[in-house]
């Protein structure tokens, strides 16, 4: 880990840096996925499962029986803890839709929007390190309350050629049907152009390493449309001299475990607090079965002392975190000060963790510095927003002469007359 001790603020733009993969290396590679999987569709991603993921998968969709299978190989406890989650995330989200309103802007001259679904959504399922079925429940509830028809799920599958048993639970739970065994820019390939038996999307979600992000971004150029760019994960936790070092330092470890592409900063104003997260890191990483992914992210990572809480959630604004932290007492009086962040965490007790899982949030969020011009993922990711308006004679008499005048300065005689012609 690199630690900086009250760094200067022009030094703060190198530290706001992440660690990513030559781009140069990664869009070849993206280019030549997409160009074999355009034209060899489902052979393609077979011979790329076998050489990414070391499966062998003779077909690519999921069977029924697989998932009745996966249904029995998972724990009473585990489904129930998923059924809580489901919920949870169920509430929050439904609470995001908003009843129509109506505007009259001008006497007569009415204007509201309605939602409509995205009709066909992919969602990406991150698989290769870890099974992330919590990532289903975060896309396919959200995208069951818009009321997308078609939910298309990829993941990548395991050295077996099968997917996780919670995953294919989680999306039967959901009521996702069409479950795919492909992963990286190969899924989002599939989805884009469609194969065989994979169907082209009109929006692909979901988050995933720095190959998956590649791709969605890639993909767009084919007129699909994408969540965001959520990349690997990153946490940014400030703490005070009334933060718990523990619950600091396994809060950092959280992310740290994703991958060893992932980032995690620290940012505190006391030094003792500073001293005692290092160290508890040092003892927690021990036990911790992805501690290989970890100490290799911690690598990457920035512990930093400041002097100021103002000054740490102005760092904070320009590194943009995906995830952040406010271990302070004070949080509420902080909350106004923060520009750029996917999700905010307030408190000792509000672990990142019951984001990522259960407490109702979207876990898929934006990563890379990206929260300085993206949101999370919501419920309006699956909608598409219409306008309408309907004009009365009086609306059109009221609002006509600004029309006609507007038209005419731009030299567009036609609009202008759609107007005079009515009001003969
Ligand atoms: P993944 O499913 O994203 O990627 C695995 C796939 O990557 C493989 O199937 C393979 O096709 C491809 N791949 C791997 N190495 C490759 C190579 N050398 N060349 C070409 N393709 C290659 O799973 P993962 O790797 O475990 O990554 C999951 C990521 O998702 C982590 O970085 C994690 O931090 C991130 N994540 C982000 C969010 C968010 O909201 N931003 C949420 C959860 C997880």
Redesign the pocket.
């Known amino acids: 880990m690199k630690i900086y001790r009250y760094p200067i603020k022009d030094s703060w733009k190198d530290l706001v840096k992440r660690p990513v993969l030559e781009q140069k290396e990664i869009s070849g590679?993206i280019t030549d996925?997409f160009a074999e999987v355009e034209k060899n569709g489902d052979k393609a991603l077979r011979e790329?499962?076998e050489?990414?993921?070391k499966a062998d998968t003779q077909s690519i969709s999921v069977t029924e029986e697989e998932i009745e299978n996966a249904e029995k190989q998972i724990s009473n406890e585990l489904k129930q803890a998923i059924q809580q989650a489901k919920e949870n995330i169920s509430k929050f989200h439904a609470s995001q839709k908003q009843e129509i309103q109506k505007v009259e802007t001008v006497k007569g001259v009415v204007c509201w929007r309605e939602n409509r679904a995205v009709e066909k959504v992919g969602i990406?399922?991150?698989?290769?390190?870890?099974p992330?079925f919590?990532?289903v429940l975060?896309l396919a509830v959200p995208a069951n309350l818009a009321g997308c028809k078609e939910i298309v799920l990829c993941?990548?599958?395991d050295k077996n050629g099968n997917i996780n048993p919670a995953i294919l639970y989680a999306a039967k739970l959901c009521g996702v049907s069409k479950i795919f065994k492909?992963?990286?820019?190969?899924?989002v390939a599939a989805m884009t152009f469609g194969t065989e038996t994979i169907p082209a999307v009109n929006k692909i979600f979901?988050?995933?390493?720095?190959?998956?992000v590649a791709a969605k971004e890639y993909a767009q150029r084919y007129g699909v449309a994408i969540d965001m760019?959520?990349?690997?994960?990153?946490v940014l936790v400030i703490a005070d001299e009334q933060a718990v070092p523990d619950f600091c330092a396994a809060d950092l470890l959280s992310?740290a475990e994703?991958?060893s592409?992932?980032q995690v900063v620290f940012i505190s104003t006391d030094l003792k607090v500073f001293e005692e997260t290092v160290k508890a890191i040092g003892q927690q990483i021990r036990d911790l079965p992805r501690n290989e992914f970890a100490a290799q992210a911690l690598e990457n990572s920035s512990f930093i002392l400041i002097n100021t809480l103002k000054e740490a959630l102005e760092f904070s604004n320009l590194y943009a975190p995906?995830h952040l932290i406010l271990a302070i007492a004070d949080f509420e009086k902080y909350i106004p000060l923060i520009e750029n962040a996917?999700s905010v965490f307030l408190g000792n007790y509000s672990c990142e963790s019951a984001g990522?899982y259960a407490s109702g949030t979207n876990?898929?969020?934006?990563?890379n510095g990206y929260a300085k011009n993206y949101s999370?993922?919501s419920l309006d990711s699956f909608v598409k927003k219409i306008t309408f308006q309907q004009l009365s004679k009086e609306g059109l008499q009221n609002l006509g002469k600004t029309i006609e005048l507007m038209a005419e300065a731009e030299g567009l005689f036609a609009h202008k007359n759609a107007v005079s012609i009515r009001l003969k």
């Open positions: 590679l996925i790329f499962n050489k990414f993921d990406y399922i991150p698989g290769g390190t870890a992330l919590s990532t975060m993941t990548p599958p492909t992963g990286g820019a190969q899924a979901g988050p995933g390493n720095q190959f998956v760019p959520a990349g690997p994960s990153e992310q994703h991958g592409d992932s995906e996917g990522d876990h898929t969020l934006p990563t999370g993922v």
